[in-house]
């Protein structure tokens, strides 16, 4: 969270200060992922090893998405229409080559450029599930939320009225055909996503 917003517009002081607030705790708690759900500031600690692998292990099988129009990327900023100063940060996003057209502020984007997000938990499932009801209201296309705690793979699409209207669950040792978003057909191995117990 190093770009400063934009100047301040009257009247809102408020989410300049939960803001500031957000990149005060960002600066002291390197690693930590901090975000602004519903209003309220929640840190992340640092991912374990595990975490970082399954990253690793699903950014390699969607790494042929990339291209002019997409790119892969994780830890990327999204500005959330849910509050004045809601953002979250996702563990992986799969967003529109344009991105750089669409910063909100704090090196948050725009919903709009996003067409994936992916979080891997183990043990911060509340935050999890305030992320669900947020991602559907942006609109994202698609989340897929690797539990690693239940070893379940969640791919939830058609977001509509603030949730989403399909929900499909897959276990360790399944393939999961991610819907079309991308232009072209991606599969992905829930082990993949879980990473190692």
Same mark, same amino acid.
């Given at each position: 969270? @190093?770009?400063?917003?934009? !100047?301040?517009?009257?009247? @809102?002081?408020?989410?300049?200060?939960?803001?500031?607030?957000?990149?005060?705790?960002? $600066?002291?708690?390197?690693?930590?992922?901090?975000?602004?759900?519903?209003?309220?500031? &929640?840190?992340?600690?640092?991912?374990?090893?595990?975490?970082?692998?399954? /990253?690793?292990?699903? &950014?390699?099988?969607?790494?042929? /998405?990339?291209?002019?129009?997409?790119?892969?990327? $994780?830890?990327?900023?999204?500005?959330?229409?849910?509050?004045? @100063?809601?953002?979250?940060?996702?563990?992986?996003?799969?967003?529109?080559?344009?991105?750089?057209?669409? /910063?909100?502020?704090?090196?948050?984007?725009?919903?709009?450029?996003?067409?994936?997000? /992916?979080?891997?938990?183990?043990?911060?499932?509340?935050?999890?599930?305030?992320?669900? !009801?947020?991602?559907? =209201?942006?609109?994202?296309?698609?989340?897929?939320?690797?539990?690693? !705690?239940?070893?379940?793979?969640?791919?939830?699409?058609?977001?509509?009225?603030?949730?989403?209207?399909?929900?499909?669950?897959?276990?360790?040792?399944?393939?999961?055909?991610?819907?079309?978003?991308?232009?072209?057909?991606?599969?992905?191995?829930?082990? @993949? =996503?879980?990473?190692?117990?």
């Amino acid at each position: 969270m @190093s770009d400063r917003a934009p !100047a301040a517009e009257p009247g @809102s002081h408020n989410r300049t200060a939960l803001l500031d607030e957000a990149e005060w705790i960002s $600066q002291r708690l390197p690693g930590c992922r901090v975000e602004i759900l519903d209003g309220e500031i &929640t840190v992340t600690p640092l991912a374990s090893a595990a975490h970082a692998e399954a /990253l690793t292990d699903v &950014t390699v099988q969607l790494i042929h /998405l990339r291209d002019r129009r997409t790119r892969v990327v $994780q830890r990327v900023g999204l500005w959330l229409p849910g509050g004045p @100063s809601d953002f979250a940060v996702p563990d992986l996003s799969v967003i529109d080559g344009d991105y750089n057209n669409h /910063l909100v502020a704090y090196n948050c984007y725009a919903p709009a450029v996003f067409r994936l997000v /992916l979080e891997v938990t183990a043990h911060n499932y509340g935050n999890e599930r305030r992320k669900t !009801a947020a991602y559907a =209201a942006a609109g994202i296309p698609v989340y897929v939320l690797a539990d690693r !705690a239940e070893r379940l793979v969640h791919v939830l699409t058609d977001p509509r009225d603030g949730r989403y209207r399909k929900r499909a669950t897959y276990r360790p040792g399944e393939s999961l055909a991610l819907p079309d978003a991308f232009g072209k057909p991606v599969r992905l191995a829930a082990d @993949s =996503a879980l990473g190692p117990l």
